[in-house]
């Protein structure tokens, strides 16, 4: 009898060990299985999205097409903290005049949406669709209709669309640094040549810290937009033999200086460049004038 107890008791002994093996090897299945949290943008909709997303931290930097007919090229800049998005900035810059951004001239009063019978002033709707964004943690979660409105923010009638598409530009840009420059409008002016009757101006715009818009032209006695006469066929370069007209070939030298963030060509003693092709103008007195407003940008 007593070897039967002792028999009997070692094998429920022995049964209960395998019991609890069998549970710890089930419950290390399960941690090993749990998905390791993201930084990447998930995939998301509605409210779901404040809860779910997460992003790598830093600050991120995207674009949106400019408009044709304006001008204006919206940029968002979005500030992630904790894997969340915690700042957002949209603002635009436009690409044809370079100037001030676009939140500038809105608090200006230049932009002149509340005369035009809105709301508000433009300037007012973006910080209300900028709040929305972080709420939101999405661009995606924001809905659009055909032209790139929104009914979901109450008070906002502006183009949601471009923030949208910026934001989403951005986050899939991935965290960036900024240039070294201080974001905003900067310009320059030189003096009046007594020979050609104009006088040499510049307008740069600096968004992200970076040289993002540049418009070289010119003023005349007569208040005439250098730029603007080329175009009308006033300034007659081709009709003296170039192969190009002045408006032409200075947007060149425009479009150099802010593919080349801000850094001017080699030029020679005229001020004339074989850095860019196309080019044969005396350009060295732009490029001066783009370094001395960029001064204020330091």
Do not use: R
């Not at 400019?66 to 436009?94: H, M, R």
């Not at 035009?116 to 979660?141: C, N, R, T, V």
């Not at 007594?194 to 070289?216: H, M, Y």
């Amino acid at each position: 009898m007593k070897k039967a107890s002792v028999i009997l008791s070692s094998a429920l002994i022995l049964g209960l060990l395998a019991g609890c093996g069998s549970n710890n090897s089930n419950n290390a299945a399960t941690a090993t299985n749990t998905p390791a949290e993201t930084t990447a943008p998930a995939a998301n909709s509605g409210n779901a999205g404040a809860e779910t997303a997460k992003y790598q931290d830093g600050v991120y930097y995207g674009t949106a097409p400019a408009d044709e007919k304006t001008g204006w090229e919206s940029y968002a800049i979005l500030t992630v903290e904790g894997g969340k998005i915690t700042k957002a900035d949209w603002n635009a810059f436009n690409v044809k005049t370079a100037g001030d951004l676009k939140k500038k001239v809105s608090e200006d009063g230049k932009y002149g949406m509340k005369k035009g019978g809105a709301q508000s002033e433009w300037h007012e709707q973006a910080a209300q669709a900028e709040a929305f964004l972080i709420d939101k943690q999405d661009p995606a979660a924001i809905t659009l209709d055909a032209e790139g409105k929104t009914d979901a923010i109450s008070g906002v009638s502006i183009h949601v669309g471009e923030l949208v598409e910026a934001a989403k530009a951005a986050l899939a840009a991935g965290p960036s640094e900024a240039g070294p420059y201080k974001d905003g409008g900067y310009t320059a002016e030189g003096e009046m040549d007594p020979q050609s009757g104009w006088k040499s101006t510049v307008a740069l715009t600096v968004a992200d810290g970076n040289v993002v818009a540049a418009n070289f032209s010119g003023v005349n006695a007569a208040g005439d937009d250098k730029k603007q006469f080329s175009i009308d066929g006033k300034y007659g370069m081709k009709k003296g033999g170039a192969q190009a007209e002045w408006h032409e070939e200075i947007a060149k030298a425009e479009a150099y200086f802010v593919e080349n963030k801000g850094t001017a060509p080699a030029l020679d003693a005229e001020g004339k460049t074989d850095a860019i092709s196309g080019v044969s103008i005396h350009v060295g007195e732009y490029y001066t004038l783009a370094a001395k407003a960029l001064e204020g940008a330091k």
